[in-house]
Nanobody, 128 residues
């Protein structure tokens, strides 16, 4: 049974930082590209970032580029999202997702439909 468990969310002031983690089990982690998405109530899920299976390539939404960094540790089955210079508009539930892929092609993985497994989400609240 595949499980993705996010952690690290919380309340932070605007301009602050948080690091989200997502630990996977039940799959061969190094065979998966990993993505982060976010969603606010009443809105569609929004792509944030994706990283290739090796960690060699990453891609970001324009809204977070230069502020967020995605990384992974395949030995720990964990993907991270370092979020700096947080803004009130970053307030959302953040989800990690896994997509089977052993290539470095990740641009197409901006769509949530490309992912087969999802975590339950972790709330990030940025106060202004």
């Amino acid at each position: 049974q595949v499980q993705l468990v996010e952690s690290g969310g919380g309340l932070v002031q605007a301009g602050g930082s948080l690091r989200l983690s997502c630990t996977a089990s039940g799959l061969t982690f190094r065979n998966y590209a990993m993505g982060w998405f976010r969603q606010a109530p009443g809105r569609e899920r929004e792509f944030v970032a994706v990283i290739s299976w090796s960690g060699g390539r990453s891609y970001y939404a324009d809204s977070v580029k230069g502020r967020f960094t995605i990384s992974r540790d395949n030995a720990k089955n964990t993907v991270y999202l370092q979020m700096n210079r947080l803004k009130s508009e970053d307030t959302d539930v953040y989800y990690c997702a896994a997509r089977f892929s052993v290539t470095s092609t990740i641009l197409e993985f901006k769509e949530e439909g490309k992912y087969g497994f999802w975590g339950q989400g972790t709330q990030v609240t940025v106060s202004s």
